[in-house]
T-cell receptor, first 115, second 115 residues
């Protein structure tokens, strides 16, 4: 069964450094998403991406975040200058469509720790 | 605005006994509701979803949930727990309000299964 993969599984970085989290969505999916879950808190939506542009983003997704689909398979989340409060589990997801009927398929997550 | 409340942060059952994980939602529209499960070090996996068809929804691994509009509930049940059911369970709502399909997650319920 096809699945979403994410690398790395764990990332430790110093405050102020840039990090890039990578995801490989399911191959025939058209919509891509990033979520995060701070330890002990809810899973929160960050951004959705379709047709090489952002379709929706939350208030969390400020100027320090960016997303890119650099080739036909990868979908990346870049955090330009990490803060302590960026420490969280980051989930990538993909879906074929965007309506209420559509199921999002999630990756296993990348645990980011900012020191 | 949509919201979802998972009433229990932890539920503990014995193997072979019924499981009940409670979820209440709030929405101004006709929502879709989902239950996801997350096993340790794995991605979020869809258990089942309600999208305005039959109110009793059957999912994978023997789980089912009933959409009750009058009670704004979407509780997850299973007749007999198995050790492999031990995991984190998330109730999710998405109502398409103002053209947005961004889902809102509950805080999660940790299911503990005792032998």
């Amino acid at each position: 069964e096809p699945e979403v993969t994410q690398t790395p599984s764990h990332q430790v970085t110093q405050m102020g450094q840039e990090v890039i989290l990578r995801c490989v969505p399911i191959s025939n999916h058209l919509y891509f998403y990033w979520y995060r879950q701070i330890l002990g808190q809810k899973v929160e939506f960050l951004v959705s991406f379709y047709n090489n542009e952002i379709s929706e983003k939350s208030e969390i997704f400020d100027d320090q975040f960016s997303v890119e689909r650099p080739d036909g398979s990868n979908f990346t989340l870049k955090i330009r200058s990490t803060k302590l409060e960026d420490s969280a589990m980051y989930f990538c997801a993909s879906s074929w469509g965007a309506g209420l009927q559509e199921t999002q398929y999630f990756g296993p997550g990348t645990r980011l720790l900012v020191l | 605005a949509q919201s979802v409340t998972q009433l229990d942060s932890h539920v503990s059952v014995s193997e072979g006994t019924p499981v009940l994980l409670r979820c209440n939602y709030s929405s101004s529209y006709s929502p879709s509701l989902f239950w996801y499960v997350q096993h340790p070090n794995k991605g979020l996996q869809l258990l089942l979803k309600y999208t305005s068809a039959a109110t009793l929804v059957k999912g994978i691994n023997g789980f089912e949930a009933e959409f009750k509009k009058s009670e704004t509930s979407f509780h997850l049940t299973k007749p007999s727990a198995h050790m492999s059911d031990a995991a984190e369970y998330f109730c999710v709502v998405s109502d398409g309000g103002r053209g947005s399909y961004i889902p809102t997650f509950g805080r999660g319920t940790s299911l503990i299964v005792h032998p």
